[in-house]
């Protein structure tokens, strides 16, 4: 199982930035990527951003495509989401996922470990 703690949220007005960090641990190696999920109040939890560990190759939905960048450091375990050009529609609880078993990126039940989930709240 892999452990994983979300930072970096907070509260940030329409068109600024933040960057969220994904520390993992634990048998990190059994997860071949890590995704970002997000849920805000009343909605399901929904696709952000995936990235494969082995070629960094990455993976975003329509919604944030251009806006949001995620990236690895594989020496730290970490998955990071730089966001950008952000809007009160983006907010939501954030989510870090590993321990991908296989299938679509979008699917949070493709994702076994999850991260506390950290607040982002954007304001218009």
């Known amino acids: 199982q892999v452990q994983l703690v979300e930072s970096g949220g907070g509260l940030v007005q329409a068109g600024g930035s933040l960057r969220l960090s994904c520390a993992a641990s634990?048998?990190?190696?059994?997860?071949?990527?890590m995704g970002w999920f997000r849920q805000a109040p009343g909605k399901e939890r929904e696709f952000v951003a995936a990235?494969?560990?082995?070629?960094?190759?990455?993976y975003s939905a329509a919604s944030v495509k251009g806006r949001f960048t995620i990236s690895r450091d594989n020496a730290k375990n970490t998955v990071y989401l730089q966001m950008s050009s952000l809007k009160p529609e983006d907010t939501a609880v954030y989510y870090c996922?590993?321990?991908?078993?296989?299938?679509?990126?979008?699917?949070?039940?493709?994702?076994?470990?999850w991260g506390q989930g950290t607040q982002v709240t954007v304001s218009s």
């Open positions: 996922a590993g321990s991908y078993s296989g299938g679509s990126y979008y699917y949070p039940r493709n994702f076994r470990s």
């Open positions: 634990g048998r990190t190696f059994s997860s071949s990527a």
């Open positions: 990235i494969r560990w082995n070629d960094g190759s990455t």
